[in-house]
């Protein structure tokens, strides 16, 4: 898919249905699960909500609700796992 920024987000759907289950968002090797796609989605509460500046008008978020048009915000514990992961990914020639 063609992204703002130009790096690649790759999207993987179901081969029967084709609906989206996971994507890939520049490659670095961070996927991200859809949450509509998991056998019990209403047991995971947001805590952040992305990109809304495309979502359709009729959705309302709640009030109180930490949302961005299309910066990501990580919890520090998050982008210590992702250094990490970085950190051990083989080096590009």
């Not at 048009?69 to 982008?79: M, Q, R, T």
């Amino acid at each position: 898919m063609p992204t703002e920024s130009g790096r690649p987000h790759d999207i993987y759907r179901c081969p029967k249905c084709q609906v989206a289950v996971w994507s890939d968002y520049g490659r670095v090797g961070f996927r991200f699960v859809r949450v509509g796609t998991l056998d019990a989605p209403h047991a995971i509460a947001p805590d952040v909500h992305i990109y809304v500046r495309s979502k359709v008008p009729w959705l309302r978020l709640h009030e109180n609700a930490r949302a961005f048009d299309a910066k990501v915000e990580w919890p520090g514990d998050s982008l210590a796992r992702r250094e990490a992961v970085l950190a051990k990914r083989p080096k590009s020639a």
